[in-house]
């Protein structure tokens, strides 16, 4: 016996989805339109987090900004902060001693370990094993460790300065960061048989969520979220900035190894791989890092020439602008701060059509978003 | 989808569960692989250029207001009174860690580096305003009105010298001899 | 329990003048009381060692405030959850919610009463034992469906709505793959099954090993298992990083506390069954226990029993912590693509086996050419 | 492609519309244009074979002073050149073309322009407000900003 349809009406169902969720990664609030689990539209709300820093950067100097931009994205504040000090310093022509920019570097690099292993192992708990994501915290605490005898904090670095960084590393870090790479390069083989390769795994991200190479750099998208696509694009590689020129890389891209290119298991895939990068140019510029000063000659009062500048940097989410306007004063007239999450989260709308709830989860988590980098 | 295909899912499945629960089994066998700190009884000692609280020496300060005005959140508040001598005194210097970023910033630019970051970092309270480091616990009234005593101490006394001065110069003679001498 | 109220009365002169009927329900309430303390201490000892063994395998510590090493961890967790405050949403409804966790505890419970603990030792060996526990077990699907539309909010509903598809998509492999273990025993009692086991030094009887189809019955029982009681990886009803905790989320105190026993009761309920079908039950390797006199022969299998079905929950812990989560569809079809063609399968082939060597396992057939 | 031969290259195809070039302490230099012909040049500056920008990196509201201005920075992963276009706006009623169907990157950098500097972007697909909540009172990036007392009964 069949019913007709109208004896059974169905009904499309609103959820809220965050911005208190355990998998939204912080406060972003998706307003899910679902009929039964899947899918119909997800669009993402955001700005729970926002602080007004461009604003607060035209009222503060270009030097006192630094500690806010640990604020952006707070699981890889060395990056940030190298990003906005490159963009000054690019602004107010200041040549940077050659060590500091090594030293930037090496910072760089083991924050994009620490904030690809979280990214990897919040992942793996959004996918319900817990277990990588406490080994990922584990093997995280060592570069916090390493950070704090650098800079003294273990979060909020403010390590970088217009000119330099703030004091030189102390002695035995290097050996210590030599340290870490052998005992962290096994162990991304031991992540990708415990979990990476898993079928489960794999049939959670494989062909969801496929962004075509085209749509990717249509949508902005950078890091390695366009990498995840195919394209071979990253700003170390394509803009060389500091030392990246003298060292030597690969550069991650998707494969479509276990599904179509571009899903959620390339972009996934292409952070476990870039690790791997970042452990090859960590031993590079321990080796190469040359001794000298690491601070430039900056004047106190720092009033760089009217002008603008947008400088890009690779962040662990994709690409940090800086897009600067001084008007000759000690303060910026404008700083526009360009985040990967941001623009990452534009795209989420197009790709979760018809998807399963439990994918929204998985999407979130292979775009890696940050909320305070989204909201600012 | 073929029978092998088929087949080789429930192999791969198998597989690679078995791949993944060796390693989880060889953790869970081995109690040396524990990295818990057990907090409040087992304690990392924070490395020597840990940015804790902030602490001013200010027997070394000079009141210069460098910290102030260099700080990005304004958690640093200072008063000072001009003193006899001509420096500064300070009649109060109070941070606001609960607005503080611990950004070092202010002891960075420190002139007498009596600014510097302490290796604390425990503070619980139940108010928000106690969250307030007070370096002067004298009372600011009684700095005040000591700092003006001195001050018109040493107006009065400059008073006096100028007027002596002054009579001095009125009956020229041996007043300048007399101030040589002194020198 | 008739037959041990008349016992009891021939025993002990001073019980000879009560009526039949009032000792065997004075009989049926001792025994429900010592399944239910057992059952709500498997409770709180299971989230005990569940907790140690998460701690041991992700490189922490696990619990270790409360008592020595933390073993009163479980109490000091229900005297919380006794003390909070218990809330009922405004706009939910009501009666369902309050009846939802009973319902659930009692279908988890209710198995317990064909559990073979060891000799002699089971609350009533009905001649329907597996088919009673396949039955009653399905109540919990009741129960959660029921808290889930009662709780008036969404997450909690769908939560209700995964957790009814998937335990009725799972009853089917589950039952086909204890099949073999009836096939091979004759009956569906639980006691003639633990018995059927007993040959051979009581190790090498057990279903296990009997033959090459009832090795993979053991696998596929235990996964297929896993699922029904909604165990990692196939918790989706729960699922606290998609649906923030499923059907229990608008859940507290001692509400949740009955939801929290009742999912560790299952836990047990599925470990007994696959150690009782399986594991030659509370069969003693080595030793025959039901000749040891007097009641050392039932400490002795209870001991052992427990031991057996102990180890399969700590397998079960050891797969939770080490797998990620499937997803609703890949539930489904792993279910109806995968686990019901692959248990029939099997059922074909431990019948033509049984067909075949007349009902001898392997190490019947080696033991029968010495 | 060097930046004169674009902005010629542009002259050429746009005559009026193109105003000037700002080279001078800009990195990456600056293309000025019209406000109302903008999709216009970002058609052509995506779809021509010796331009082909095709993504858009940054799209930031700018508050000059005595006016507003948007600033695009374009990227071109097929030749690896960069380009900024400038179009100023007046403060009253500040309002030009969406790109957002030109780069679908824009939507979200466009909204934030619409919120934090009230400019609005005509036939943009989506132009909510996305950082800010959607009652609140001006747009808190101009220069001219007063911040609010409190908002909804809650003291700031």
Known sequence: MTRPAEALPTQEMLINMGPQHPSTHGVLRVLLRTDGEVVVNARPDVGYLHRGLEKIGERVTYAQFMPFTDRLDYLAAMNCNCAYAWAVEKLAGIEVPERAEYIRVIVSELNRISSHLIAFGSFTADMGAFTPFLYSIREREIVNDLFESVCGNRLTYNYARIGGVSADLPPGFLEKTKEFLDYFEPKIDEYNNLISYNKIFVHRLANVAVISAKDAVAYGLTGPNLRGSGVKFDLRRDEPYSVYPKLEFDVCVGTGERGALGDCFDRYMVRINEMRQSIRILRQAVAQIPEGPVMAKVPRLFKPAAGEVYFRSECPRGETGFYIISDGTTNPSRLKIRTGSFVSMNIFETVTKGLMIADIVAVIGSFDIILPEIDR | MGLREYIGDIVEAVVTTAKGMRITARYGVDAGEEVTQQYPEERREPDERFRGFLHNDIARCTSCTMCVKVCPVDCISLEAVRGADKKMVLVSYDINIGRCMYCGLCVEVCPPKSLGHTVGYEKAMFERGEMVLQFVHEDAAEIKARVAKQVAEAAAKAAEAAKAEAAKTAAPGTAPAESEKKE | MEALALKLMNAVPALAGVPLWVMTLLVMVVVAVILLVFALTFGGVGSYVLRKVAGDIQARIGPNRVGPYGILQFLADGVKLIMKEDIIPAKADRFLFILAPYLVFVGAFAAFVVIPFGVGLIASDLNIGVYYVMAVTSLVVIGILMAGWASNNKWALLGGMRAAAQIVSYEIPVGMALMPAVLIAGSLSMQDIVRSQGGLLGLFGWNVFHNPFTFFSFFLYFTAAQAESNQTPFDLPEAESELVSGYNVEYSGIRFAFFFLSEFADMFIVAALAAACFLGGWHVPFLRAEALPGIWGNLLSLGVFLAKALGIVLLMMWVRWTLPRLRVDQLMRMSWKYMVPLTFVNLLGVSLWLLLFRGKGIPQLIASVF | ?156
């Open chain 4, 1 to 156: 492609m060097e930046t004169q031969a674009l902005f010629d290259a542009l002259k050429a195809k746009f005559g009026e519309a193109v105003l000037e070039l700002q080279t001078t302490g800009f990195r990456p230099a600056f293309v000025v244009v019209a406000p109302a012909s903008i999709a216009d040049v970002a058609v052509f500056l995506r779809d021509d074979p010796s331009m082909k920008f095709d993504s858009l990196m940054c799209l930031s509201g700018v508050d000059a002073k005595e006016r507003f201005a948007v600033a695009y920075h374009l990227h071109s992963l097929a030749h690896k050149h960069q380009i900024g276009v400038k179009a100023f706006l007046p403060r009253e009623n500040p309002s030009l073309p969406s790109v957002d169907a030109v780069w679908p990157a824009a939507n979200f950098m466009e909204r934030e322009a619409f919120d934090l500097y009230g400019i609005v972007f005509e036939g943009s697909k989506d132009l909510r407000r996305i950082l800010l909540p959607d009652d609140w009172e001006g747009h808190p990036l101009r220069k001219d900003y007063k911040y609010p007392e409190s908002y909804h009964g809650v003291k700031l």
